[in-house]
């Protein structure tokens, strides 16, 4: 009789812990459809607007083709991104893919996925971008992180879509500045309470 020992330790071996970020979202940007392609046409353009890119890092392979450095800070830990990014627009459909692919080898953590945005015109007329996203980071800090991760990836790709659609973002207001902000206002309202109470 042949042992099938190995072939269920194969089954049973643990699988890489990772979390994955789903996205389909549209945004309106106050340009004409026209215009927001000519900006996903521009493909040194979209590249340079990749979240948490390093400029200088970046370098072109080939016409669609970079590689740069990419930092994203989790729960005080940051991950430095070797990132290959591939940007192919389709002028047809007007639709620009892009896929990526890093690793970090000091943090032992790797992402691969996709992102595609789609331009069409709204009921007025502006430029409507669909967006849909699928990236997996695999390893135990994006385990760890999972909630963390999903909402920075998910806020930093629709940034992206409005910088690559010609709308800046509002400024971003770190979590540390906005805890600030509230221990300020808690300890205006106790002092008030406090002046109140002894008057």
């Not at 595609?116 to 992180?145: F, K, P, W």
């Not at 221990?183 to 406090?194: E, F, V």
């Amino acid at each position: 009789m042949t042992s099938r020992k190995a072939d269920w330790s194969r089954r049973t071996a643990k699988k890489t812990a990772g979390t994955t970020v789903v996205l389909d979202d549209a945004v309106v940007v106050p340009v004409t459809p026209a215009t927001a392609w000519t900006r996903l046409e521009d493909v040194p353009l979209v590249a340079s607007c990749l979240p948490g890119l390093d400029p200088g890092s970046l370098v072109a392979e080939s016409e669609n083709v970079f590689r740069a450095r990419m930092v994203n800070t989790v729960m005080g830990i940051s991950a430095n991104w070797d990132l290959k990014a591939a940007i192919e627009p389709d002028p047809a459909s007007h639709l620009l893919t892009v896929t990526l692919e890093g690793e970090d080898t000091r943090l032992n953590m790797k992402l691969k996925g996709t992102a595609g945005v789609l331009v069409r015109a709204d009921e007025s007329g502006h430029a409507l971008l669909d967006y849909t996203g699928n990236l997996r980071i695999d390893g135990s800090l994006a385990a760890m992180g999972g909630p963390v991760i999903r909402s920075i990836l998910s806020d930093a790709i629709a940034q992206f879509v409005e910088v690559v659609g010609g709308q800046e973002p509002a400024k971003h207001v770190p979590w540390y500045a906005r805890f600030a902000e509230l221990l300020r206002g808690w300890w205006a309202r106790l002092t008030r309470r406090s002046g109140t109470s002894t008057t």
